[in-house]
Structures are given as C-alpha cells and as structure tokens.
C-alpha cells in the first residue's frame, strides 16, 4: 500500500540519488584522509631539521593524528551507509512481499469458498443424477417387467393354441 503510492515513488528516485550522492563525498573524504595519511607520515623524518623540531614534530603527529582519525570516520560511516543501504533494500522487498502475500491469501480464500461452493453443486448434482438414474431405473424395470408379462402371456396363449391345435392335427393325421 505504501510502496505503491504516488508520493513514495516519486521521491524514491530523488533519494536514491542523494544516497549515491553521499557515497561519493564519503568516497572523497576517505582518499582525501589516506593522502593526508601518507602525507604526514612521510614527512615525520624530513622536517625533523627545523629549528624547533618538538613543536614541529607534535604539529606533524597532530596533523597525521586528525588525518587517521578522518579515515576512520570516513571508512566507518561508508561501511553503514552500505549496510543501512542493504537494510532498506530488504525492508521494502520484505513489504512488497507481504503485500504480495496478503493479496495471494485473499485470492486462495476466494477460490476457496469458490471450490467448496463448486463442490456442494457437483455433489448436489450427484445426488440428483443418482435418483434420477434410480426413478429412470425403477421406471425401466417396470416397463422390462410389462414387457416381459405381455411377452409371458402371449407365449402362454400360443401354448394354449398349441395345445387345443394338437389334438386337432393328431386326429388329421390318423
């Protein structure tokens, strides 16, 4: 819901520029600090002949000392700007996926109550298929038994003729 609102999308774009913004000025002040680094470290030995050398060399220490310390800044909050970075990454991806989820979830309940309504139809008709099938049945079997009485009494009036025929034909052939 959030993710897909106009407001958030329009400034996504805005603040993914600023973050790579920010990378690149931590960038910068990270070499800036290993150049003053290498600057100052360097250059302990050589200016140790200058007419002070105590206070010199405390300033060099100093100035070496700011420049490790800006290193270690510069490097740390590099090092959370990526992981803060990777973190935001995973929690619009999480968001994005529970909303996928949620609307998955209400499809599968919709198609639930769709199968179980489905299933009561298909087993009502069932039912309706078996008792017609048994009054189609039973209604069968009464013709078949009809049919089969007509056909039983006519073979039993043929025998009969036949009887009352055969001695009429015994006395013919004697």
């Not at 007419?51 to 270690?72: G, W």
């Not at 935001?88 to 309940?109: G, R, Y």
């Not at 009464?142 to 006519?154: G, H, I, K, V």
Request: glycine share 2%.
């Amino acid at each position: 819901m959030v993710l897909q609102c106009n407001w958030f999308q329009s400034t996504s774009a805005y603040v993914k520029s600023g973050y790579n913004i920010l990378v690149l000025l931590l960038i910068i002040c990270l070499f800036d600090s290993v150049r003053e680094m290498n600057k100052y470290s360097s250059s302990t030995k050589a200016d140790s002949s200058m007419s002070n050398p105590v206070s010199a060399l405390e300033h060099i220490y100093m100035k070496l000392f700011r420049a490790q310390r800006n290193f270690y800044i510069a490097s740390f909050t590099l090092l959370l700007w990526f992981v803060i970075r990777r973190l935001v990454t995973l929690i619009v991806a999480q968001a994005s996926s529970t909303e996928e989820l949620e609307s998955l979830d209400n499809a599968n309940s919709e198609l639930k109550k769709k199968n179980e309504n489905l299933t009561g139809s298909v087993t009502k008709l069932n039912q309706q298929l078996l008792d017609f099938n048994e009054h189609s049945m039973a209604g069968e079997q009464e013709s078949r038994l009809l049919e089969l009485q007509t056909a039983y009494n006519d073979l039993k009036m043929q025998l009969q003729q036949t009887e009352q025929v055969s001695p009429v034909y015994g006395e013919v052939e004697l």
